[in-house]
Each structure stands twice: as C-alpha cells, then as structure tokens.
C-alpha cells in the first residue's frame, strides 16, 4: 500500500539552525506530496507542496524538492527561528487514484533561542 | 469563511457512551476525512467521503461509523466508546485533483474513563 515515512523525532535545534527533515513515500501510483504544520493546539495546515518529479515546494523560507528517483521529498530550511517550532508532517495523495491523503508519523521540531 | 469546523472542542465520555462528531464545511469541497491523532503519533485516516451519499472505509474503521447526507457534513459516529477511542479527532476537507490542499478543523479532543 501507499505509506510515508518520516525521520524520527523529537528534533531540537538552536534558533538559526539548518533543519533537515527526511521523508520517504512508497506509493502504488504517482503521488503529490505535501508538507503540512501543526502548531500546538491548533490543527494542520498546508506548508509546501509538488505534484511533480523535480517541482520544488516552497513556502515561509522551507523548501522540499520532489525526487522520484529517490522517493523522497525531505525537507529544508536555512536558518529557524523559535516561531518555526511544531509538528511537521509529510504526506502524499495518489493523483487520479483512491484520493486518500495519506500521512508520516510526524517530526516535533523544538528551536531554542 | 468558516473553513472546516468541528464540535465539541472537547469532550469526556463514559466507557459504553455514545456520541456524534460534528464536522461542516462551506467551501463546497466534494473530499471530506475523519483521521485520529494519538499522542506522539501520526494521523490515521478513520474514514472518508469523495461525494455526498458515498463513504469508504480508512485504515482504523472499527467502532465508528459515518454518514454524508449532504455536501457540507460528515458527523462521525463512536458507539459503544471504550479507552482505546480516547484521541483527538480531525476533520478534513479538500476538493479533486490530487494536488490540491486539505484543510483541517481545529480538531476535537475526546477521552473515555
């Protein structure tokens, strides 16, 4: 089946960091892939997204870059800030399939001042 | 616009009790989900709707049930609650495509004693 796998967390870094979140997919068709946040206490809402092989998603300095060679759709950032703490989640859609939006686990991030 | 909105914000059940989740919409999204988020975990898919009248089972259906009567709603239904159901519930909506965006409700949290 569809499925997504996420880096282990919590991750924890010191503001202006570089942060790297790894996901991998393995998906029985051609998937769209997201990046969605959850703030704490709040539900989730759409970071970035590529719904094709080398489209890069970018959105409030992160990017992820959809590599169909690798299955993988990790995501960046240069420099966080406290604000960027949260729970970050991957997630990917079969285009023109089930249309079941499909989910990781979840990474915490947690960014020190 | 409302977006995608859920009640109760919380809720406390006996073991055996049995309630309705509240979930609407006004954004005329065909796409409408039921996903549970267990404490350090990912989100898992309970149910979901591609159009009024139709539904489908997700990854973790059992003792919960759904209906979808018009557009807008997609209440979810726990019979019989027991421990294992203690959670918080997210609604979501989107519309076809594969690429496009699902937005969240604020989420409701339930615990069952």
């Known amino acids: 089946g569809d499925s997504v796998t996420q880096m282990e967390g919590p991750v924890t870094l010191s503001e202006e960091a570089f942060l790297t979140i790894n996901c991998t997919y393995t998906a029985t068709g051609y998937p769209s892939l997201f990046w969605y946040v959850q703030y704490p206490g709040e539900g989730l809402q759409l970071l970035l997204k590529a719904t094709k092989a080398d489209d890069k998603g970018s959105n409030k300095g992160f990017e992820a870059t959809y590599r169909k060679e690798t299955t993988s759709f990790h995501l960046e950032k240069g420099s966080v800030q406290v604000s960027d703490s949260a729970v970050y989640f991957c997630?990917?859609?079969?285009?023109?399939?089930?249309?079941?939006?499909?989910f990781g686990k979840g990474t915490k991030l947690t960014v020190n001042p | 616009n409302a977006g995608v909105t859920q009640t109760p914000k919380f809720r406390i059940l006996k073991i055996g009790q049995s309630m309705t989740l509240q979930c609407t919409q006004d954004m005329n999204h065909n796409y409408m989900y039921w996903y549970r988020q267990d404490p350090g975990m990912g989100l898992k898919l309970i149910y979901y709707?591609?159009?009024?009248?139709?539904?489908d089972k997700g990854e973790v259906p059992n003792g919960y049930n759904v209906s979808r009567s018009t557009t807008e709603d997609f209440p979810l239904r726990l019979e019989l609650a027991a421990p294992s159901q203690t959670s918080v519930y997210f609604c979501?909506?989107?519309?076809?495509?594969?690429?496009?965006?699902?937005?969240f409700g604020q989420g409701t949290r339930l615990t069952v004693v």
């Open positions: 997630a990917l859609i079969l285009q023109g399939g089930s249309e079941k939006l499909v």
């Open positions: 979501a909506s989107s519309i076809p495509g594969g690429g496009t965006e699902a937005f």
């Open positions: 709707s591609v159009g009024a009248g139709i539904t």
